[in-house]
């Protein structure tokens, strides 16, 4: 059995000023996936998204990410809890971002940028999807820095008892989702495109391989203590998760019979 470090969530301290780690995670997160991007470019594998067109994703993918993983969460997991407190909606300080919802919000950005610059909507979430991955991966440590999100009780050697979380072991989920979601995902999709493929068969593979991963994560994750598990047993992350999957299926077969 181990016990979690327990870090401190600050990372750095500058009088009233702090700079927590699961903040610095997301930086980290956009900058790999911007020095990603420019290596595709730079390697002449990004087809008609040029450095501009980049620069453009990362402002409004950032706006996109934060916005929709904050309303997604409200939305998704405490619609009653948010419609008493209202104010309490924009206390991003205090947690609360669902991924799903910022998932949504990023496909917002994407076709605000595709449409400024003039190219098809596929076309820039194809190159955008092999470099979300490790974004993802860098959100999942952020977790597990905090201590939050953990997995379900259980008796693996390598069990993990959290602060907060009782004194039984349990999963160290965050970092099954760093290595499934995040490293896993990057390479299959990576690999995936380095080849040429009809467009919109990349964010097929996107949709299909976070899909089944998080669903996958999920019966190791503990559900939300306000939700617990829904119908059939599943959690809200695997409700969630599953019109992905059936969305990249239908999108893997379209962009391969259109071919």
Not at 192 to 221: D, K, N, W
Request: glycine share 12%; aromatic share 14%; proline share 6%.
């Amino acid at each position: 059995m181990l016990t979690h470090p327990q870090f401190d969530p600050v990372a750095i301290q500058l009088g009233p000023l702090a700079i927590r780690w699961y903040g610095l995670m997301y930086l980290v997160g956009f900058a790999a996936a911007y020095g990603l991007g420019r290596l595709r470019i730079a390697a002449g594998r990004a087809a008609r998204i040029t450095v501009a067109v980049l620069d453009d994703l990362l402002f409004f993918g950032v706006l996109g990410v934060i916005l929709g993983g904050r309303l997604g969460y409200v939305l998704f997991y405490k619609p009653g809890y948010y419609l008493q407190h209202p104010a309490e909606i924009l206390a991003v300080w205090h947690g609360g971002m669902a991924f799903h919802g910022g998932f949504l919000g990023v496909l917002v950005a994407v076709w605000w940028v595709a449409r400024k610059h003039r190219l098809r909507w596929l076309e820039v979430t194809d190159f955008l999807a092999p470099l979300v991955p490790l974004a993802l991966a860098a959100g999942r440590l952020g977790n597990f820095i905090n201590g939050e999100l953990w997995g379900r009780v259980t008796d693996v050697p390598w069990g993990m008892v959290f602060r907060g979380a009782g004194p039984e072991p349990r999963h160290p989920s965050q970092l099954y989702q760093f290595a499934l979601e995040g490293v896993l995902l990057f390479a299959l999709l990576w690999l995936y495109s380095s080849r040429p493929r009809p467009v919109g068969a990349v964010s097929g593979m996107f949709l299909i391989g976070y899909g089944a991963l998080r669903f996958v994560a999920e019966f190791f994750r503990a559900p939300d203590e306000f939700l617990g598990l829904l119908a059939l047993g599943l959690s809200m992350g695997q409700w969630l998760s599953v019109p992905m999957i059936v969305a990249g299926v239908a999108l893997l077969a379209w962009a391969v019979r259109r071919r």
